[in-house]
């Protein structure tokens, strides 16, 4: 082993995972590994099944058959509040903020797994540091905040359970250019404060720059992996997604 090569520690493990949606089989017998640390991004067409695999890891859906093992628990049958409090964060897909409730509150029920009030306000304030826009906002209805500020609330409110695995879903949909560099500028300071994520995007060729390695999934298979530098310079990628 090389010296400079870093310890592994597999944090999340699909094994063989079907997921059905009454009859349809959005997932077809995947597999999927993450080490610790790591971004992995996982690429594919609308319909493919990227959302899908997010919730089936946080318990949104419930898988048919296979294994997902987080941090060495088996948590194929563990509901999503279990998740949750084991340290995966799931930051959905069309962002889902509370448009009626204040950014502050948002931000709030992101810890609602949590009791310590003086840490949760102490991870507010952490959270208005990362994104100053939310923090002139705190008392703003979250329905009133641009696309962007909404994706960055969705961020945070994630991160208010201290998760260890932070699951994004298409943070750049829909978001001006300037405002998804900055998101996945975002994404990459978050990198470097440990957190480890499983990025879904439609912009492969964003994900890849910012990736360790990459999934590519179609109609419910993965059909490539490898490390990121090596798919975005992969022909087949190149031809499906970076066109
Ligand atoms: N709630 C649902 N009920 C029935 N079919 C669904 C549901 N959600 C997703 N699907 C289907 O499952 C497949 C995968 O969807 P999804 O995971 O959302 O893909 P992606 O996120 O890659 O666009 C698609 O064929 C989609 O139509
Ligand atoms: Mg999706």
Redesign the pocket.
């Known amino acids: 082993m090389n010296i400079d090569e870093k310890p592994k520690f597999t944090i999340l493990e699909i094994q063989d995972l079907n997921?059905n949606?009454?009859g349809?089989q959005?997932?077809k017998t995947i597999n999927l590994t993450i080490q610790k640390g790591e971004v992995v991004t996982?690429i594919?067409?609308?319909?493919?099944?990227?959302?899908?695999?997010?919730?089936a890891i946080s318990k949104i859906?419930n898988p048919k058959s296979g294994e997902i093992i987080y941090n060495g628990h088996n948590i194929t049958r563990r509901p999503t509040h279990e998740t949750v409090k084991i340290g995966i964060a799931h930051c959905p897909?069309g962002r889902r903020v509370l448009a009626k409730q204040t950014v502050f509150d948002n931000l709030l029920l992101g810890a609602y797994i949590r009791s310590n009030k003086a840490e949760i306000k102490a991870d507010i304030q952490h959270q208005f540091e990362l994104f100053p826009r939310l923090a002139q906002r705190r008392n703003q209805l979250a329905g009133t905040l641009s696309g962007g500020e909404q994706q960055m609330l969705a961020i945070a409110r994630a991160l208010m359970s201290r998760p260890k695995l932070l699951l994004l879903?298409?943070p750049s949909l829909g978001l001006a250019p300037a405002i998804v560099l900055e998101i996945f500028s975002i994404i990459e300071n978050l990198r470097a404060t440990g957190v480890t994520i499983l990025l879904?995007e439609?912009n492969a060729n964003l994900a890849l720059q910012i990736a360790d390695r990459g999934y590519v999934?179609e109609?419910?298979s993965i059909t490539l992996t490898g490390v990121a530098s090596a798919l975005i310079s992969d022909e087949r990628v190149k031809k499906a997604y970076l066109g």
Do not use: P
């Open positions: 997921v949606y009454s349809i959005a997932l996982l594919g067409a609308n319909g493919a099944g990227k959302t899908t695999t997010l919730r859906v897909e879903d298409e879904v439609q999934l109609a419910g």
